[in-house]
C-alpha cells in the first residue's frame, strides 16, 4: 500500500463530480489545457470522457480547486488493468506544497484498491522539469509514444 502525505489543515482531496466543482476546477484546467475554450468546452469533453470512466480528483482549499489530475481506470494487453492520468496540473502560484506528489500518491491509491497492476501518464519529450518531477515520484520510462494529426487538424 501506498504512503500519503499528511494534508495540511484547510485542505482535502476529493473528486469533482458535481457540475460546481468542475467549474471550480477550470481555471486549474485551463492552465495545462489552454486550447480549451471555456469552462462549458472542458464540462462537455468531460461529460464524454465519463463514458470510458475519467473522473477529476482535484486538491481542495476550501471551495478552491488549487490542484487537480484526471485519470481514468482502463485494460490493455500490454499493462493489463492500469490507472492512466491525463491530467496532472498545480496553480501556478501554488506550487511548492507537494500538491502534484499527494494526487499522485491518492491515484496510486485508487490505482491499487481497483486491482491495476500499472500507473502510467505521458508526459513531453521537451518538458524536463515535469520528467524531473515524475522520476522523484518514483515513475520510470517505459515507452514512446507516437502520433499524428489527421483530418482537418492536420491541415
Not at 67 to 72: E, I, K, P, V
Request: hydrophobic share 40%; net charge neutral; with cysteine.
Amino acid at each position: 500500500m501506498t504512503p500519503t502525505r499528511a494534508m495540511p489543515e484547510g485542505f482535502a482531496i476529493r473528486h469533482a463530480d458535481s457540475a460546481a466543482d468542475l467549474d471550480a476546477c477550470w481555471p486549474v484546467m485551463h492552465q495545462l489545457r489552454p486550447h480549451l475554450r471555456d469552462a462549458q468546452d472542458m464540462a462537455e469533453r468531460m461529460q464524454r470522457m465519463r463514458e470510458h470512466s475519467y473522473r477529476v480528483l482535484a486538491v481542495w482549499q476550501g471551495e478552491e480547486a488549487i490542484a487537480l489530475a484526471g485519470y481514468r481506470l482502463q485494460e490493455n494487453l500490454v499493462y493489463g488493468r492500469f490507472l492512466y492520468v491525463d491530467d496532472l496540473v498545480t496553480l501556478e502560484g501554488k506550487r511548492g506544497g507537494q500538491w502534484g506528489a499527494r494526487l499522485l500518491d491518492e491515484t496510486t491509491r485508487i490505482a491499487e484498491e481497483a486491482g491495476c497492476a500499472k500507473l502510467v501518464l505521458d508526459t513531453g519529450l521537451t518538458n524536463a522539469l515535469a520528467q524531473r518531477f515524475y522520476f522523484r515520484q518514483g515513475l520510470l520510462t517505459g515507452s514512446m509514444r507516437f502520433s499524428k494529426l489527421l483530418g482537418s487538424a492536420a491541415r
